[in-house]
């Protein structure tokens, strides 16, 4: 589990929390904007996928979305 404390290094407000899987699943819940979103690619030990994907995927979706 994971809480976002810092929104200076995220487009997802403080206080949006998920889950980042072993196998590269990725889950996130932002309560101040009611969004949910998921996302998996299911390999493991790809290391990049925490430091370079999700934030990626995440920061892209609320760019999207105008947030």
């Known amino acids: 589990m994971r809480t976002l404390i810092d929104g200076s290094k995220s ?6 929390f998920g889950w980042d899987g072993a196998a590269g699943a ?3 819940a932002d309560p101040k904007n ?3 979103m ?3 690619h299911e390999i493991l030990g790809m290391i990049e996928a925490y430091s370079e ?3 990626t ?6 760019e999207a979305m105008g947030l």
């Open 11 to 16: 487009k997802s407000p403080v206080g949006e």
């Open 26 to 28: 990725f889950s996130l």
């Open 34 to 36: 009611h969004i949910g």
């Open 38 to 40: 998921f996302y998996t």
């Open 53 to 55: 994907i999700h934030p």
């Open 57 to 62: 995927l995440r920061d892209l979706a609320y």
